[in-house]
């Protein structure tokens, strides 16, 4: 490991975080890889994550502009024969890694509760982690009302799963086009299709390689390493899973091919205003507890913020020197989230006289509740109340060309690193529930008080969307 590199201990995974952010170097490091090793025998288990590689990349893109899902515009001149004839000997597959949303206003009381039942969203310390379930539940019942009121503005329910198959589909056919056959499956955290419907395909389809590319540019144990901590779980219990080569994408933020992807949106929307110059760049990211930063270690706020310096780095390479900031969005619950907050911020920025913004979702490549609602409604009025005259929005990434293309190149260059991947052992609480019923249910019905009592003590639980 590099001397440069520092350790985060996380629960079944090790974490280096890179000191870029800290001494912002000029150039743009590229993919960190964190794969997963396995001892000489792919039945010895052990620890699954031992190494995090930084990738340097000095390969130019050729693709220029953005092409939309909707649009169609994924056309190479290979034919689908032409490509499957150069890795005719192996079955890669790409596994996308998303949240999930709920698909009709039926679906989020079930969806809400299957976030707040995560562990690794609400981190409960282990003497009280029997109330997960219940304080899930509780908390997903007093939210599915304001939250269904949110999915009704944007039409009822989310996209981010058609966007997220258009997004699939556009990676297989840039993988083609790289002349490399693969099948590209998605994996969502919290709705359908979920992590164990994808694993279940892969294996129907007999996949011999695998690279996991989670759809998050930044790591957060909120995000990306809750879907890792699924995917041990079904690999540990799963004979034919131990053994599959996989190589995780553990982040891509640096990639140059993202930062040049998400400057080419800023600079055009920037145009769109009367006095370019003057426009205040404002990012907004997806906020986590401080906690998660403090005592476990989470990566994510240097990430980012090492992420927005390589975007500005771009954008004045092109002659772009506007005044940025970033805040966080998001926030739930009486805890301490990452600040500043961007509805606080919208709220300053408009005192200060500023009068012209340009909001950029830069933790989200797809369209969903928290850019179409929460930004584009909410932080959108909250902005123009606030003395904020112009207002304007980067999209999402969704399928841009170049985006994708380098996600393309991100997966070809991990396929060599798979090796298979291997967990502790450990038992879950649905394994615990099937061994004493009894007990089980005892807890549940406590829990349930508790979490009761708990929510009454603090109603913003219950007062914001998600």
């Not at 879907?227 to 990639?255: C, M, T």
């Not at 009486?334 to 340009?358: A, C, F, M, N, R």
């Not at 019923?437 to 005892?442: E, R, T």
């Amino acid at each position: 490991m590099d001397a440069a590199m520092s350790s985060y201990t996380l629960p079944g995974l090790n974490i280096s975080k890179s000191n870029a952010s800290k001494s912002r170097h000029k150039f743009s490091t590229h993919a960190c890889e964190l794969t997963c090793r396995s001892s000489s025998s792919s039945s010895t288990t052990g620890s699954t994550f031992q190494k995090l590689q930084l990738d340097t990349l000095a390969q130019n893109r050729n693709l220029v502009g953005k092409t939309f899902c909707s649009a169609g515009a994924w056309v190479h001149p290979l034919s689908s024969t032409e490509s499957h004839s150069h890795v005719e000997e192996e079955k890669v597959g790409v596994l996308l890694l998303n949240l999930g949303g709920p698909e009709t206003l039926h679906d989020v009381q079930p969806f809400l509760y299957n976030l707040f039942a995560d562990p690794d969203i609400i981190r409960l310390p282990r003497l009280f982690r029997f109330l997960q379930r219940p304080l899930a539940q509780l908390i997903s019942t007093l939210r599915a009302p304001k939250s269904k009121e949110g999915y009704a503005s944007i039409g009822g329910g989310s996209p981010l799963r058609k966007i997220t198959d258009e997004q699939a589909d556009a990676l297989r056919l840039a993988l083609e086009a790289k002349k490399v056959a693969a099948n590209v499956y998605v994996a969502m955290r919290y709705w359908h299709p979920f992590t164990e419907e994808a694993v279940q395909q892969m294996k129907r389809d007999k996949i011999q390689k695998l690279v996991v590319l989670p759809l998050y540019p930044q790591y957060s144990i909120s995000t990306t390493g809750s879907s890792i901590r699924v995917l041990q779980d079904l690999f540990r219990e799963d004979k034919v899973l131990s053994g599959l080569p996989v190589a995780i994408i553990q982040s891509w933020y640096q990639r140059g091919g993202y930062v040049k992807s998400m400057a080419d949106l800023i600079e055009k929307e920037l145009q769109s205003f009367g006095s370019p110059e003057e426009v205040m760049i404002f990012f907004s990211a997806h906020g986590v507890p401080v906690t998660y930063v403090r005592d476990a270690g989470d990566p994510y706020k240097d990430q980012m913020e090492d992420c927005i310096y390589l975007i500005m780095q771009e954008l004045k390479a092109r002659g772009i020197n506007n005044d940025h900031k970033l805040a966080y969005q998001s926030r739930v619950g009486p805890i301490q989230w990452l600040k500043p907050y961007t509805d606080e911020v919208l709220v300053d920025l408009g005192k200060q006289g500023v009068k012209s913004l340009l909001a950029v979702p830069v933790s989200f490549v797809s369209e969903h509740i928290e850019t179409l609602e929460e930004i584009d409604m909410e932080y959108k009025e909250l902005a123009l109340e606030s003395g904020i005259e112009n207002w304007g929005r980067v999209p999402a990434l969704g399928c841009t060309s170049t985006f994708i293309t380098d996600l393309a190149d991100a997966v070809i260059e991990a396929l060599p690193s798979a090796a298979a991947m291997t967990t502790s052992t450990t038992v879950s609480e649905s394994n615990s529930s099937n061994q004493d019923p009894v007990g089980y249910a005892i807890k549940m019905l406590l829990g349930s008080f508790l979490a009761f009592i708990i929510l009454l003590a603090f109603p913003a639980l219950k007062n914001q969307s998600i």
